[in-house]
């Protein structure tokens, strides 16, 4: 569902770095990340996701991931550089 979500911005040419309103200036990739949506997460990068971004809390991806317990993403978010 989140892919077909990424797909619809980048179809719309929406800029995927930018944070949603109201929602703590998560990025969609935030989101990815923090469901262990790996397949959207590869894609979002594809498409220029910051990998880097931080929220309103200063939280990175890889903080949303071990935040909830997504090991996978975790992993994937350090192989590509994420700290």
């Known amino acids: 569902m989140l892919l077909t979500f990424i797909h619809c911005l980048h179809n719309m040419w929406v800029n995927v770095n930018d944070p949603m309103r109201n929602m703590g200036g ?3 990739f ?6 262990g949506q790996i397949e959207s997460m590869n894609c979002l990068q594809r498409l220029g996701a910051n990998l880097h971004a931080r929220t309103n809390k200063d ?5 949303l991931a071990i935040q909830y317990g997504e090991t996978k993403a975790a ?3 350090r ?3 994420v700290r």
């Open 26 to 28: 998560l990025t969609a």
């Open 30 to 35: 935030h989101y990815a990340a923090a469901s």
């Open 59 to 63: 939280k990175t991806a890889l903080d």
């Open 75 to 77: 992993e994937w978010l």
């Open 79 to 81: 192989q590509n550089g």
